[in-house]
């Protein structure tokens, strides 16, 4: 390795050739080097103002107000004086709080492992099929895909509705149940069955689309070496395809855990179709109801960094199980 | 009427409302042998009749979200919903009264009414056009709503207009009953930048002239003098009946975080679905104590 630190993290490192050249000492290195130091990270400036100013400060807003007695009369200009841990001090002890966080958990779990299981399946099926269908299938995926979450929670309301929806209509006369006036959303277990449908289906396509756009990189000659030597379709994905395609699947695993333990809209305009508000609030609805909703901006707030924390927290112990993986 | 006043203070003048009002289908009550009812206890008895009479129907479309419909049975029976008293609001709805009020909601929730129970009460045309709905209790202006254009973005039953009659909630002891006055209040912002002009745009938008536009179009005038602008048609002496007695909910500045956290739509959603007043009350009070003290 070469004995100047500065050079392993520069970019030209990669190439060796030109790592013997420029190591050479000489006039033209040292006025290229600040350059192109600076090139890389000048890239990241436009973003990263964006990022700045669009999530940083109301981020750093958010944690401000959670150490703050907020509540309406704040937002109208009254003084909001710090009182330390007092509202994570009631978020942690409200058992209400638990009883959502487990909620999200476990709508997250189920949701994600779904997504990923049919969104695979799905790309898997996109590289099988000819030309013609496959672009029927995009189409119909893009259409999904590019769906606004609430109208397609709307939409998917009409379908479940109670006494005029298509689900009850077709259960009843073409199964022969009686689900005339079935309600689908007033018990929590069958609310979050059509809640986890409209997520679900809203998520698939971004996974089936990534995963197959990674597929076609897998090289043709590795799997059918693997395929002479008589591995079966199972075989090949678990051992060829998975390994080449790690990390697309680990980023968008943490996606889709970061979307669904986050969910709003469909869960937020599921309830006022119907269902018990108390018995469905997922974190990211429950937020809403104690800061906009009920005006306790401060708890709220303690509410929305307990879930950055937890969700930042996952994410970045995937992250680091991978860059483990990958380095023995 | 109190709008607009908080602590004996005035805040903000009122500018115009809207009553609930019952409409019904003539025929089917008439079929069922019913007249129109004078005190609440037939009202109910009426709406569980015109249920019995035609399976399938509603002889009172009430959604499970609907709270505003219920206001009435609380405070007809003598109940509150929050009362102040030594610096605190308490929360009334586990009080005898409103308990009783309440149960008498249950009984139209889940024997007069095929409404979903956890619906709310959006487009209640739709029922009454179809012909499941035989009556219900919705702001006058719903009257728009279903006689509304085959042709309209939400159409509705224009031909049904012969036979839709309406009448004013009746009270326990006869008379309309005190109904929930849904409307809005207006006043100068304490920040404005032109409070001169503002002020002089809101005596224009109380004035005769204005308010009397809001009469003419089925809405109730912010002022009393004006009650004839209303018109004479059925409907206009229903509104006028039921806006002398109508009421508002608690003037706390912390009640519309009441509406918002959804502990009302929840509590009538249960109390729809069967489920037992008293220990729902109790915990939908110790809800509202927490947020209206808070």
Request: proline content about 5%; glycine content about 8%.
């Amino acid at each position: 390795m070469s004995p100047n630190p500065s050079l392993d993290i520069a970019p030209r490192d990669v190439d060796g050739d030109r790592r013997i050249a420029s190591s050479q000492p000489g006039r033209q290195r040292a006025v290229k080097k600040p350059r192109a130091q600076f090139t890389p990270y000048s890239l990241l400036i436009p973003a990263s103002a964006v990022l700045a100013a669009v999530i940083g400060w109301p981020l750093v807003q958010l944690v401000i107000m959670s150490f703050q007695e907020f509540g309406r009369a704040q937002v109208f200009g009254a003084p909001s004086p710090f009182i330390g841990f007092d509202n994570y001090v009631e978020v942690l002890t409200d058992q209400s709080f638990w009883l959502v966080m487990f909620r999200s958990f476990a709508f997250a779990a189920v949701c994600v492992t779904s997504t990923m299981v049919l969104g695979t399946l799905i790309a898997l099926l996109m590289s099988e099929l000819g030309k013609v269908m496959r672009l029927i299938l995009s189409i119909g995926l893009l259409l999904a895909w590019a769906m606004p979450a609430l109208t397609a929670t709307i939409v998917w309301g009409w379908m479940f509705d109670t006494s005029y929806g298509v689900v009850n209509y077709v259960l009843t006369r073409w199964f022969g149940l009686d689900y005339i006036g079935h309600s689908w959303l007033i018990e929590p277990l069958s609310f979050f069955f059509v809640a986890a449908l409209i997520v679900i289906w809203g998520a698939i396509p971004f996974v089936a689309f990534t995963v197959y756009a990674g597929l076609t990189q897998v090289p043709d000659e590795v799997l059918e070496a693997a395929q002479l030597d008589g591995a079966g379709a199972v075989q090949r994905f678990r051992l060829i395809i998975f390994p080449y395609l790690r990390s697309i699947f680990l980023v968008v695993f943490i996606l889709q855990i970061i979307w669904d333990l986050r969910v709003f809209t469909q869960i937020f305009a599921l309830q006022g179709i119907g269902g018990i508000k108390d018995q469905t609030s997922t974190l990211g609805v429950y937020i809403y109801q104690n800061s906009l909703g009920t005006g306790e901006y401060g708890t709220g707030g303690a509410i929305a960094v307990i879930t950055v924390i937890v969700i930042t927290a996952i994410s970045f112990y995937y992250v680091r199980q991978s860059v483990k993986e990958e380095e023995l | 009427m109190e709008a607009g006043s908080y602590d004996d203070k005035f805040y903000a003048a009122p500018l115009y409302s809207g009553s609930r009002l019952v409409f019904y289908k003539k025929d089917a009550l008439a079929a069922a042998g019913l007249s129109v009812p004078t005190t609440l206890d037939e009202y109910i008895s009426n709406g569980v009749a015109l249920a019995d009479a035609n399976p399938g129907a509603s002889g009172i479309w009430w959604p499970g979200q609907d709270w505003y419909n219920a206001l009435p049975f609380i405070w007809e029976n003598g109940g509150e919903v929050a009362t102040f008293e030594g610096g605190e609001w308490k929360s009334q709805f586990s009080s005898a009264e409103s308990i009783a009020g309440i149960e008498q909601v249950q009984e139209v929730m889940t024997d007069a009414s095929r409404a979903p129970k956890d619906a709310n009460e959006t487009n209640p045309q739709v029922g009454y056009c179809e012909g499941t709905t035989l009556q219900l209790s919705a702001p006058s202006w719903v009257k728009w709503s279903i006689l509304a254009p085959l042709d309209a973005e939400t159409p509705g039953c224009p031909d049904e207009e012969a036979n839709l009659g309406v009448y004013a909630m009746p009270g326990k002891d006869g008379g309309a009953a005190q109904v929930f006055a849904g409307g809005s209040n207006i006043a100068v912002s304490a920040k404005s930048a032109q409070p001169e002009l503002a002020k002089k745009a809101l005596a224009i938008i109380l004035s005769d002239e204005f308010q009397s536009i809001y009469g003419a179009n089925g809405l109730v005038p912010a002022k009393l003098s004006l009650a004839d602008t209303l018109g004479t048609d059925e409907v206009a002496v229903a509104i006028s009946e039921a806006a002398g007695a109508a009421r508002l909910t608690p003037a706390s500045p912390k009640w519309a975080d009441v509406e918002a956290s959804g502990a009302l739509t929840d509590f009538f959603v249960q109390v729809a679905q069967g489920g037992d007043v008293t220990s729902l009350a109790k915990d939908l009070d110790a809800k509202i104590d927490s947020i209206l003290n808070g």
